[in-house]
């Protein structure tokens, strides 16, 4: 063999792999929801690999309107639907994500079913080096001691009513 050939089929194999790393883990996603009883969220298309949300992600961190940015995609994916939609998934560069801003699902991901969640790989290597290790770049054991450490400081009647009459 050649070295082109060799090339050829590493390339083969390695395309091959990718694929099937983007098929399994919505696979893996859509088994565990219909365990728990879910309903499969819509994908929205925000283009080839999530381009069009990356470039608005961009710009809008650029011209510091980054919040503002996430209320109008969260209006436009529900006039693209013609609904109320509170949880979407959607592609990011390959990878397929979730998007929520429903309460229950919060809740669920964030008390009563966080064992069967996990912030992702994504969000760590954001989070991390920006605010270091805590509560926004942590899962399971350490997530917990982090939400045990803060769970006291934000009781109500620890941090009392600081409005103003």
Not at 116 to 123: E, I, V, Y
Request: hydrophobic share 40%; aromatic share 10%.
């Amino acid at each position: 063999m050649t070295i082109t050939m060799y090339y050829s089929l590493y390339t083969l194999v390695a395309v091959v792999v990718f694929v099937l790393y983007l098929n399994l883990i919505p696979n893996q996603r859509r088994r565990k929801a219909k365990q728990l009883g879910c309903v499969e969220a819509p994908l929205v298309d925000f283009g080839f690999f999530g381009y069009k949300n990356i470039i608005d992600m961009m710009r809008s961190a650029n011209d510091c309107t980054f919040p503002d940015q996430l209320i109008k995609r969260h209006f436009a994916v529900a006039r693209q639907e013609g609904r109320e939609l509170m949880t979407w998934r959607y592609s990011l560069l390959g990878p397929e994500n979730i998007h929520t801003s429903d309460p229950k699902n919060m809740q669920a991901m964030l008390t009563t079913q966080f064992d069967d969640f996990s912030q992702g790989r994504m969000k760590r290597a954001v989070f991390e080096p920006l605010l270091g290790p805590g509560i926004f770049s942590q899962d399971g054991k350490d997530w917990k001691h982090s939400r045990a450490m803060l769970r006291v400081s934000l009781k109500s009647h620890v941090c009392g009513n600081h409005t103003s009459s």
